[in-house]
């Protein structure tokens, strides 16, 4: 849109000149250099192989790697939402008991490093040489080797599965009760059971609050995996590791591995931004207005 010119009393025409911010203009300058010369030095040094980086970047275990990381990022990621969805149920029930167990679980998990939990994980054959699963006061089960089912793979999906429901649920738990509470009055007064309530009536509108959260969840589950090389999970991080302890090029496998990532982050971000722009727009409308809520109640009570 254009805009008249501004003018003085007789008429004349005032120029507009902009203001000059110095100051944006110097820190600007300064941030430049410093980056360039950053840049620069990791660029000429000659300590730094680039020839080898390019060399690893597309390596087959490298490769391996990479979906070895996404493997456990989704798997984990799926582990943790279910989770959380049942621990968000539990935190807001009325039982006293389940409220408390939920609660003590997400106090738990958040409270413990990360890195201890999959340690723990790994070394469970410590505690439980073998895991026994049988029908009570009988002899009829199946038992296996822990050793053998408690892989570094597995540990890392439970471990980072099980930290991750902790904080889901706590997302779960704010979707739910940022659905309007009169829709819930209306589906008790239809005569809905407590579980058909939440299955047709709260998380389909929840999840719209839920879910664009769900994908910085799973981002930093991306670099979490990064833990995974203490339990040796055959991820990036674990074979970048494994190939510069024997050839003692660390930086450049950390460079590969760091490329790698930043990739991934990157893909995952513009996901995520596709599903915020799907869901984050209307979400606030959507609990309030009570449009979709109404068109279930009035479908549940058909």
Not at 218 to 244: P, R
């Amino acid at each position: 849109m254009r805009t008249e010119p501004f003018t003085g009393p007789s008429g004349e025409r005032i120029p507009v000149v902009r203001a000059r911010h110095w100051g944006r203009l110097a820190a600007a300058a300064v941030a430049i250099l410093v980056v360039g010369w950053l840049v620069y030095v990791m660029v000429v040094n000659p300590r730094l192989h680039w020839d080898k980086v390019a060399e690893y970047l597309f390596h087959d275990r490298i490769l391996d790697g990479i979906w070895v990381t996404i493997e456990i990022s989704v798997l984990a990621t799926v582990l943790g939402l279910l989770l959380g969805v049942g621990m968000a149920i539990l935190r807001l029930s009325h039982n006293p008991v389940l409220s408390g167990l939920a609660t003590l679980y997400i106090w738990f998990f958040r409270g413990t490093p990360v890195l201890v939990q999959l340690i723990f994980w790994y070394n469970l054959a410590f505690l439980f040489p073998e895991l026994v699963l049988k029908v009570p006061f009988t002899m009829i089960g199946v038992k296996w080797d822990t050793n053998e089912v408690m892989t570094g793979f597995t540990a890392a999906m439970l471990g980072l599965g099980l930290n991750l429901a902790a904080y889901f649920a706590e997302t779960v738990r704010a979707g739910i009760q940022a659905v309007d509470k009169g829709q819930t009055e209306a589906a008790y007064a239809l005569g809905m059971t407590p579980a058909k309530r939440m299955r047709v009536i709260v998380l389909p509108q929840a999840l719209r609050i839920i879910i664009p959260p769900t994908g910085n969840e799973f981002i930093s589950m991306l670099k979490t995996t990064s833990l995974v090389y203490v339990v040796a999970g055959h991820d990036l991080m674990t074979n970048a590791s494994q190939i510069y302890k024997a050839n003692n090029l660390i930086m450049e496998l950390l460079i590969v591995a760091s490329l790698w990532y930043m990739l991934m982050t990157a893909i995952a971000t513009f996901l995520q931004s596709r599903l915020e722009r799907r869901f984050g727009s209307d979400a606030v409308r959507l609990v309030r207005g009570g449009g979709r809520g109404a068109r279930l109640l009035s479908k549940a009570a058909a």
